[in-house]
């Protein structure tokens, strides 16, 4: 007769058999409340939905206008395009578990969506940190702004970052791909991040956990303290401005970056930047939803409701569409 409860089996199963570090994975996802696993597939689905066609409409409405044919508008496509590989790594596998009686996930499967996970996130990092020098040269130098952040550089600062934000997660990986789990194989998580898939090995983990602490502080802390440092230089310079409307004019044009850094440094600092043996399930996954899901959700609405510019240029591609 067949279990009325084939996951609960499943996961029951790998938790009570040895495995080698071939076997694969249980992802318990957000929750594992069965009678809560279609509204989840409901709310996800429309968030991701939410998140490809505001995106890519931000990309379209970009490429199409050439007055938004800057540095800044360059880094927000790029940003809105990581922001579609970045959940489309997480979320459709995410989805599939949250209909399946199976939540499982193949051990090289696991590998390449934690490459694929950190590459675009710390990209996602290194953009934003761009975003904010891009500000920082418009505001406290703007006679050398087309000099100082041209075409040409502004592409070498994407391919930087995209090359470094690889061979990061490359490393972490290839670490990963060292370590055995010979007891339990169930990821209290919805997808596979590093430190609920550590906390399975039964391997000696100081070493990765040197590196992550260590890297970290390469990929995030350093864009984070190159974005507070933009800023403060740029509230100096605006706090030197003598009128009011000018002083607005030149905080209003980083109200919207200002808004999804906080978003994004904000969990995702709550959720790594912790000893692994602070890793609290609920909580970390709440947190982890927060810049995985919302926040690039978010970021079409954040970066087009109050910029004229962005209005502007979704409104011809409307028309482009309507014609």
Known sequence: ?????????????????????????????????PQLQKPLFAVFLTMYLVTLVGNALIILAIHSDSRLHTPMYFFLSSLSFMDICFTTVIVPKMLVNLLS????????????????????????????????????????????????????RCLLMLLGSCTISHLHSLLRVVLMSHLSFCASHVIKHFFCDTQPVLKLSCSDTSSNQIVVMTETLAVIVTPFLCILFSYLRI????????????????????????????????????????????????????????????????????????????????????????S
């Open 1 to 33: 007769m067949a279990s009325p409860h084939p996951v609960r089996d499943e996961v029951k199963d790998m938790e009570t058999q040895n495995y080698s570090s071939t076997s694969g994975f249980i992802l318990l996802g957000v929750s594992s409340n």
């Open 101 to 152: 009686d199976t939540k499982s996930i193949s051990y090289i499967g696991c590998l390449v969506q934690m490459y694929f996970f950190m590459a675009f996130a710390n990209t996602d990092s290194y953009l934003l940190a761009s975003m904010a020098i891009d500000r920082l040269i418009a505001i406290c130098n703007p006679f050398h702004y087309d000099v100082v952040m041209s075409p040409q």
């Open 235 to 322: 509230i100096i310079t605006v706090l030197k401005v003598p009128s009011a409307a000018g002083k607005w004019k030149a905080f209003s044009t980083c109200g919207s970056h200002l808004s999804v850094v906080v978003l994004f440094y904000g969990s995702v600092i709550y959720v790594y930047f912790r000893p692994l043996s602070m890793y609290s399930v609920v909580k970390d996954r709440v947190a982890t939803v927060m810049y995985t899901i919302v926040t690039p959700m978010l970021n079409p609405f954040i970066y087009s409701l109050r910029n004229k510019d962005m209005k502007r240029g979704l409104r011809k591609l409307r028309d482009r569409i309507h």
